[in-house]
């Protein structure tokens, strides 16, 4: 079946520090990639939607400013936290798609300290 | 606005007995509906899926039931084993590769032996 990588699995870091994860698509080429944001017991909160060579669209109430989308390729695309604090602190999936279905990375989790 | 809503929030069920979910949707322009399966630190796991052109459909021990009239359908896991114990999320999208997907909140499942 499709695989998506994605890197690095678990990455703590200082507060103030900005922090890249990349998804990759290993089988397939996306024409669309998904970053999504996950609580403890919660479901999937979508941040993003991003077209190889296209702004990212944001969900309403995500700082586009603060989680830097880029899609560069039909096989990756990274999602920068910049100046990370522990309120960012969470478990990061991204997904890829070309039609269907979507097809999810194991996800990073990220700590802030 | 929640587009899927899923129930129940968390099941307990003993070995080999039925476990069952559900999820219902407004969106009538809805037409793929998947069922992802969760373990704790991974991403989600695409487990079955289907079209609203078919009411019914089987893998192994997972079934989708589909009922596009009341736009309710529900994820039947037979002969429950401890091994199925996750958290699985309904999800409903529109078909096209750019169109996000609908999460349901989860629900827990627990299979005691």
Request: proline share 5%.
């Amino acid at each position: 079946g499709a695989v998506v990588s994605q890197h690095p699995s678990w990455v703590i870091c200082k507060s103030g520090t900005s922090v890249k994860i990349e998804c990759r698509s290993l089988d397939f080429q996306a024409t669309t990639m998904f970053w999504y944001r996950q609580f403890p017991k919660q479901s999937l909160m979508l941040m993003a939607t991003s077209n190889e060579g296209s702004k990212a669209t944001y969900e309403q109430g995500v700082e586009k400013d603060k989680f830097l989308i880029n899609h560069a390729s039909l096989t990756l695309s990274t999602l920068t936290v910049t100046s990370a604090h522990p309120e960012d602190s969470s478990f990061y999936i991204c997904s890829a798609r070309r039609g269907e279905p979507q097809h999810f990375g194991d996800g990073t989790r990220l700590s802030i300290l | 606005q929640q587009q899927v809503k899923q129930s129940p929030q968390s099941l307990i069920v003993q070995k080999g007995g039925i476990s069952i979910i559900n999820c219902a949707y407004e969106n009538t322009a809805f037409d793929y509906f998947p069922w992802y399966q969760q373990f704790p630190g991974k991403g989600p796991a695409l487990l079955i899926a289907i079209r609203p052109d078919v009411s019914e459909k089987k893998e192994g021990r997972f079934t989708i039931s589909f009922n596009k009239s009341a736009k309710q359908f529900s994820l039947h896991i037979m002969d429950s084993q401890p091994g199925d114990s996750a958290t699985y999320f309904c999800a409903a999208s529109m078909l096209g590769a750019g169109n996000q997907f609908y999460f349901g909140t989860g629900t827990s499942l627990t299979v005691i032996p």
